[in-house]
C-alpha cells in the first residue's frame, strides 16, 4: 500500500468514526474538535484528520471557524424546520418523477437496501441511517435528475443527526416497503402518499423529541 493510499484509509477511518460520534450525540453540538486530540486519538499525522474534519464541514456536520477551529455544527429550530420543509418539497417531487419513470433494475436496488433489523445499538442505528439515506437518494436518482438526487442527499447528511432521533430501525424497512410496492405498479398518488406519511411521521417525532427533550443540548433556540 502505498502512503497515499494509506493516508486515504486513516482519514476514512477517522471520518466514519466522528461522523458516527456526532450523529448519535456523542460529541455534542459546540463542541470543539481539536485537531492535536484527534490526532492523538487516531495515532496518526495532522493532514488525514484534517481533510476528515473538512469531509465533515461540506457535510454540514463541522463548522470550521477560520483562525479559531472546528466545531461540531449547531443548529437553531428555524434552520431545523427549514431543512424538514426542504427535504418534503425534494422527496415529493422525486417520488413523484420516480413513479412514472423507476426501472426494474431500481427497484430491485431499492428492494435490497435494507439488511434487516438487528437492535438499538450505537453500530445498528448508524447502519440504520446510512441505509435510509442511501434508499431516498436511490430513489430520487431513480426520477433521472441527478441534482435532485444529489439535493436529496445532502439534506440526509445534514438531518442525519435527527433522523436517529426517529427511533424508527424497527420500522424503517415496512416504511420502506409501502413506496417500493407503490412504485412498482406506477401508482403515481399512492407513492406521494406513501411519501408524504414517512415525511410527516419524520417531522413529527424529530421536532417533538427536540422541543421535549433535547433542547438544551441542540442548542435549537431562534438565532445562533
Known sequence: MTTTDRDQTVKNRIYSKLKAEIILGHRSPGQRLTINDLTKEAGTSITPVRDALQMLGQEGLVTIKPRAGYYVSRI??????DLL???GILEVAAVERAAKVITEDQLEELKHVHAGYTGDDDQAY???????QRFH????????NQELAEAVGRIHERLA?????RQAGKK???IHDIL??????RDITGAKKAMVEELRNSRTAILEKIVQEEAGHWHVGTAK
Open 161 to 165: 443527526r435527527f433522523m436517529v432521533m
Open 85 to 87: 420543509d426542504m427535504r
Open 76 to 81: 437553531t429550530l428555524k434552520e431545523l424546520r
Open 172 to 174: 424503517l424497512q415496512s
Open 180 to 185: 417500493i410496492d407503490r412504485l412498482s405498479v
Open 137 to 144: 437518494y436511490l430513489l430520487a436518482k431513480a426520477s433521472g
Open 126 to 132: 448508524t447502519r440504520y441511517t446510512e441505509e435510509n
